[in-house]
């Protein structure tokens, strides 16, 4: 799936160089985000969600040495403060959390911010760098909305006005039918395996 998110003919020039590939990390389904970080192609994005675990500190900081490694950007799912004291490259925001993006990018200019959305309003949100929209395709994420599809999703892309990724049910086959969705890259969670499907 990698060698098809950077097949993706929306890759341009950026002012931030963003991954072509970015992976999530979750506790039930990539127990080991470290071997998850060590699978991954150089020059990947990896986005590490803590969800409270009380030793994310030092997971998120063998993570950047993983990243650091291995050429890969690795933000950090919420959390600014855990994503500054490990030396990440920036964070990824929940929809609901978007509007901080320009904040944070205020304070830490630096950083890479991206933000899902699952929405147009969520999509046009100023400030981030990226938003991940979701969910492509049916998946098995409990968690997940009803699939957009290759048309609706691009519809959203085009309008989000800034680089976009494409995460949900999103594997080697349907990855194949976001080619012309105007996208920056894809995102998954779980193996890359061809019939992985990824959810946020």
Known sequence: MERTARLLPARRR????????LFFTDPARTPDP????RALPPGSGIVYRAFGDPGALGTARALKQVARARGLVLLVGQDAQLAAAAGADGVHL???LARLAMPLKRARPGWIVTAAAHSLAAARTPGPDAVVISAAFPSNSPSAGPPLGPVRLAALARAAGRPAYALGGVNMKTARRLRDAGLIGLAAVEGLSPETSART
Do not use: G, S, Y
């Open 14 to 21: 950026l002012r931030k160089a963003l991954p072509a590939l």
């Open 34 to 37: 470290l071997a998850a970080a």
């Open 94 to 96: 929940p929809e609901r």
